[in-house]
């Protein structure tokens, strides 16, 4: 299970309905220990919306996309930090433990969160739920699969994952429900606080792994929730597996040395472990560098560049995208067994790259046709209000809504009645924008009046069906499959730390490039970026589907070469003696 997840087709979910059926306790087990994905799915979401919010209460926050940026992507930092240590500990002391740690620190960041009164204080709470989400991520994959019983592994485990995808869409529920309730971003970040409550309580009466137990040879405990998974007659031959299965373990790691470093040496020195990294952290760097976090993270926020400066609005159409994000995961876990991993990666890539370069053609389209700024429209506000760069720009009477908002510590007072009108380019205060609104017009920071939203909107749509079934989840079964068993864990790993690390810079410049390149061209550079993504996939990583471990060891140890968007025959060239090794 380290450093990813297998994948479930349908008749094993089939087969985990009828045994959960009969066995409840199962099911029990594996729905509160994926609390913990519920928990990541709602902290990546609920920081789209909260962020409109928290701008409008903190102004220091609004005149600063850096500041935007640190409280969106410092959960991703205490992430990556809770990760590493949520394994230490899961393995010191047991996969149960880690999780109740995840949600005491989870719930202690969204009650800092819920009562910062600077924004320094809520980066350091949405470090601690940051902290853990890490941990959960790491220990609730691994106490489902160590409970579950082999034939329905899959299933649960893929079950977690589509938890994460409920959390988000879930988040933009709650989002919506507070926008009307005094506090509004404090309710909703706060709240995040209750399903780890939750988690925590039903924890406790909950046994440890029995796998965990086994390897401290707490063999009778283990036995004991043994006796509750699996039917009488079944539960030696389950201890037998257990055992076998542990020696092989512990076997390997005898083998490998103890430490992290001394595994990375030897991982390193294997042919096959190289080209298997080579694939493995290929798809995990493209995952993120498409752009996907920024559409999770930023969602509302790109709605206002499209032309919606409502709050409610943009968290409405935001929560169009993060439904499509769920189903697409159902979609994933149907058909991925069937096409094929690289197919999918591929077909995903070409319909990610379209849709990218759709955004960039519309969000040119709605700069150049952004309405003008008028003289007399700023006049009604008086003199004192309009923005300073105008007042000082050799060709002020050129600009227009982007020329205003490109302007440090400006907005865009739309025209009451139709907003494609001529406006005023006022200085940013709370005072000014109080007034704007208080005529019935609508002020824009982020984006301005477009015919063209709707496009904008129906395109993030799209982007996100492409995304969600092939390069949403596809790469994390690619790194579960394609290393030896011996090197699953440091591989999977090291994956995962590059994914997260991207995650990191991604969401940590957004907002920076948008305000440097643009939006239409901040698009288009992802689009890019994908592009690159697409070649890489093509020529690097090889196709799994229905390889055994063994075969894929097999391929890559001969290497490969692509052929069409399958490769060709691959049970066959894998026993050819002339396959042509790939030097990495």
């Known amino acids: 299970m380290e450093g990813g997840y297998h994948k479930a087709d349908k008749t094993e979910f089939s087969e985990c309905w009828k045994i959960s059926w009969r066995t409840p306790y199962i099911m029990r087990l594996s729905l509160t220990a994926g609390i913990g994905g519920l928990l990541f799915g709602y902290d990546t979401g609920v920081i789209s919306g ?31 930090l809770g990760a590493a240590v949520g394994g230490w500990i899961s393995d010191c002391f047991g996969r149960k433990k880690a999780l109740l740690l995840a949600d005491i620190v989870f719930f202690g ?20 739920v940051g902290l853990g989400v890490g941990m959960a991520s790491m220990a609730a994959p691994l106490y489902i699969s160590e409970s579950s019983p082999t034939r329905i592994r899959g299933a649960l485990v893929s079950s977690n994952a589509l938890l994460i995808t409920g ?14 309730v005094p506090g509004t971003w404090r309710w909703m970040l706060g709240i995040a606080g209750l399903p780890a409550l939750i988690q925590f309580i039903l924890m406790l009466s909950l046994p440890e792994s029995p796998r965990w137990l086994f390897r401290q040879n707490k063999i009778d405990e283990a036995k004991s929730i043994l006796e509750k998974i699996f039917p009488a007659d079944e539960v030696e031959n389950e201890m037998k597996a257990l055992k076998d ?23 390193l020195r294997s042919k096959v472990v190289r080209r298997a990294l080579l694939a493995g952290i290929t798809v995990q760097l493209i995952q993120q560098f498409v752009g996907i976090n920024t559409v999770l993270y930023y969602s509302p926020t790109i709605v206002q560049f499209a032309g919606f400066a409502s709050r409610q609005t943009a968290l409405a159409l935001s929560l169009v995208t993060s439904g499509l994000n769920f189903v697409g995961s159902i979609i994933s876990m149907g058909f991925v067994d069937k096409y094929g991993r690289r197919k999918f990666m591929l077909v995903s890539l070409v319909g990610i790259i379209a849709c990218l370069v ?40 050129s600009w227009n809504c982007m020329s205003c908002l490109k302007a440090p510590d400006c907005a865009f007072c739309a025209s009451s009645g139709n907003g494609l009108h001529p406006g005023a380019c006022l200085a940013v205060s709370n005072d000014i924008r109080s007034t704007c609104r208080m005529e019935k017009r609508t002020w824009y920071t982020e984006g301005c009046p477009s015919k063209f939203g709707f496009l904008a909107v129906a395109f993030l749509g799209l982007y996100i069906i492409c995304y969600s079934p092939g390069m949403g989840s596809v790469p994390w079964l690619v790194n579960s499959e394609i290393y030896p068993l011996k090197y699953r ?18 969401s940590e410049t957004f907002l920076t490039l948008t305000n440097a390149l643009g939006s239409a061209w901040t698009f288009i550079l ?46 066959d060239e894998i026993d050819e003696e002339n396959v042509s090794p790939s030097s990495v």
């Not at 969204?110 to 949405?126: K, Q, S």
């Not at 959390?167 to 709650?174: P, V």
């Not at 690159?532 to 390889?547: D, H, N, R, S």
């Open 358 to 397: 759709a955004l960039g053609v519309v969000f040119f389209q709605a700069a150049a046709t952004a309405p003008t700024v008028s003289n007399l429209e700023n006049m009604h506000f008086g003199g004192n209000t309009t923005c300073p760069a105008y007042l000082s720009a050799p060709k002020s009477q």
């Open 245 to 267: 299965s542990v020696e092989a373990e512990k076997a390997i790691e005898g083998e490998l040395g103890d430490g992290f470093l001394p595994k990375l040496k030897s991982a």
């Open 50 to 80: 909260a962020l409109l919010y928290i701008r409008e209460e903190f102004i220091e926050v609004d005149k600063k996309a850096w500041l935007q940026e640190t409280i969106v992507s410092m959960a991703v930092a205490g992430a990556i």
């Open 526 to 571: 992802f689009a890019g970026l994908s592009f690159i993504g697409f070649i890489a996939i093509y020529f690097v990583v090889p196709e799994t589907k229905g390889l055994s471990f063994e075969e894929v060891e097999k391929m890559l140890e001969k290497g490969f070469k692509p052929k069409g968007i399958c490769f060709k025959g691959i049970k």
């Open 109 to 128: 960041g969204a009650i800092v969160m819920a009562v910062a009164p600077a924004p320094w204080v809520l980066i350091i709470g949405r470090i601690l």
């Open 167 to 180: 959390g988000q869409f879930l988040s933009y529920l709650i989002n919506l429900a507070f926008t009307k």
């Open 489 to 506: 864990g440091i591989g999977g790993g090291i994956a995962a730390v590059c994914n997260w690390s991207v995650n990191l810079l991604v």
